[in-house]
């Protein structure tokens, strides 16, 4: 399992916890973009555009890259793979203890 502080667990849940991050995400896990197409399909002001992005680049979430006078901004999958690895964790925890209920209440004693 990869380790991850619970600091660096606790921003990266955080920045998955709003739907304009994760919409975010899902934008920027196709190709890198501007912050000004990253933008565009969101009716909101750059400036909270900036903030989420902020929340996601704290969370370890995304790379920012400076091309010229132009930002670009590409998803960095480690952070999400070590979320998922950490809830894997208490999935294989919730799936045991599930099972071991089922098999004994399925058992045939009075």
């Not at 660096?8 to 920027?28: G, H, S």
């Not at 973009?33 to 704290?58: D, G, T, W, Y």
């Not at 960095?76 to 203890?97: G, I």
Request: net charge positive; glycine share 2%; with cysteine.
């Amino acid at each position: 399992m990869v380790e991850l502080s619970p600091h660096n667990l606790d921003f990266v849940f955080q920045a998955l916890a709003d739907p304009t991050r994760r919409a975010i995400l899902r934008e920027i896990s196709q190709q890198k973009r501007s912050i000004s197409e990253v933008a565009r399909p969101f009716k909101m002001s750059l400036a909270a555009i900036s903030k989420h992005l902020k929340v996601l680049e704290r969370a370890g979430l995304l790379h920012r890259e400076k091309q010229g006078c132009t930002y670009y901004i590409s998803l960095n999958p480690d952070a999400l793979q070590s979320a998922e690895e950490w809830m894997a964790y208490y999935q294989q925890f919730w799936t045991h203890n599930l099972r071991s209920l089922k098999n004994y209440l399925e058992q045939d004693n009075p």
